[in-house]
């Protein structure tokens, strides 16, 4: 079914996951062989992409049908190990009907630095995807590796998978596709604004207008359901406490917040670090004259 309600055969829906694929690769999200693509077709029927084909030139024909296990109910190709992630998301949320998993290089970064993705710098990206998980990292294609999503996927349809790539959930084969455009979009100009030297964030009570604007877009945020009201939205992450033991630590894009705290602290330290330099070296300048004049050789 699309996103607006329309029935679509099981072919026309194989034709669209073919085009979405060539999306993917075309924009050098997938290289060579790499991501994967799902999409409920029934109770207990999921369409996806098989192994070892390249999402550029997939057909009809390769894509492979599994249940809800895992199991490989149709198709000549065998399906792709890492379905078990898609399962794991089609599981957990009834109202997700696709998902797309790749290696867009820019939120990839991201994935491999361990960097949460900073928040309070764009509008667009805080109005359609607003907060972006990063889960542990686990050896991809195991159940391990699916289960990582599990106590992040009920607050957020985008995800970073820890020195792996993404996967983004939709109500459609489009709508978890463009997700996927957005975060590396917006990864990409955060890179290239760190380049430029500076990077400056609207405030809370901005952040928070924003916000309020998603429920008339039909766009669901988990911060809304627990209350905007002296919330640190443009800090620490929704995802950092209760969710999980992995907490990213921001390097690249520290908070406003926190960047006169950590300058104050910084300053502190170098003037404690240059106050013990001084007295070392007055101390050794010292010993050294009392050493000549007692005439003892250096």
Known sequence: MSANGTLMSEWKLRERMCEIGRRVYAKGFAAANDGNISMRLGENRVLCTPTRVSKGFMKPDDLCIVDLEGNQLAGTRKRSSEILLHLSILKARPDVNSCVHCHPPHATAFAVAHEPIPKCTMPEFEVFLGEVAITPYETPGTQAFANTVLPYIKDTDTIILANHGTITAGVD??????????????????????????????????????????????????????????????????????????????????????????????????????????????????????????????
Do not use: W
């Open 173 to 298: 084969l489009e709508d978890a596709y463009f997700k996927t455009e957005i975060i590396d979009a917006y990864c990409r100009i955060l890179i290239l604004t760190k380049q430029l030297g500076r990077v400056n964030y609207y405030s809370d009570e901005k952040a928070a207008e924003l916000i309020k604007i998603k429920p008339g877009l039909g766009i669901r945020d988990a911060r809304l359901e627990r209350g905007l009201e002296n919330c640190d939205l443009c800090g620490n992450s929704l995802f950092r406490e209760g969710y999980s033991d992995f907490k990213p630590e921001p390097h690249a894009f520290i908070p406003a917040k926190y960047q006169d705290q950590q300058r104050s602290t910084g300053s502190a330290h170098a003037d404690q670090a240059a106050g013990g330099d001084v007295e070392s070296l007055v101390a050794a300048i010292t010993d050294q004259v009392m050493r000549a004049l007692a005439g003892v050789p250096a």
